[in-house]
């Protein structure tokens, strides 16, 4: 995991903990509302005025998610899905963005992960043969120390 993608799961729960909150935040209102007895009108608003935030709120997670998925297939060299397929991207109703849609997510970062498992794949020998030499000379240092420390201090005869 790299420190883009740790700040990317960082700003994501933030944002999930945002939506979460404004759920609760007009529950509470409308049982409020509900309990006062108030107009047809004002309850239409509130529940106008909470899709509209949910709206925003979730424009802002799809921004996030697309923006971070193409950045790293940019830094991988992989082709996004095209932007004229209606099963790979969505335009927002709230504010016009193009995003991708759970399809195009998935083909993306299912993309992704094969590159970095290719490019692992070709590491991963070499990494893997790198420790086995530090652990051996490691091994051997110590012994060859153990063995100088004992003569050093041997009794003479």
């Not at 995991?1 to 903990?17: N, V």
């Not at 006062?36 to 709120?57: F, G, P, T, V, Y």
């Not at 921004?63 to 209606?86: A, D, G, N």
């Not at 004992?150 to 009794?155: C, E, G, I, M, R």
């Amino acid at each position: 995991m790299t420190f883009e993608d740790w700040q990317f799961g960082r700003k994501l729960s933030r944002l999930h903990r945002t939506r979460d909150r404004i759920e609760k935040s007009y529950a509470k209102k409308m049982h409020d509302s509900f309990k006062a007895r108030s107009s047809h009108d004002e309850k239409e608003r509130l529940i106008n005025s909470k899709q509209m935030d949910l709206e925003e709120c979730d424009d802002d997670i799809n921004m996030l998610t697309t923006s971070h998925l193409l950045s790293q297939s940019r830094k991988l060299f992989i082709e996004p899905p095209p932007r004229e397929s209606v099963v790979f991207w969505f335009e927002s109703t709230t504010f016009g963005g193009r995003y991708l849609t759970p399809a195009g997510v998935t083909k993306l970062r299912n993309e992704i992960r094969a590159e970095r498992k290719a490019s692992w794949e070709v590491i991963q020998p070499k990494a893997a043969l790198i420790v086995t030499l530090v652990t051996a000379l490691t091994g051997l240092s110590g012994a060859v120390i153990g063995i100088l420390s004992f003569l050093s201090k041997a009794p003479t005869p």
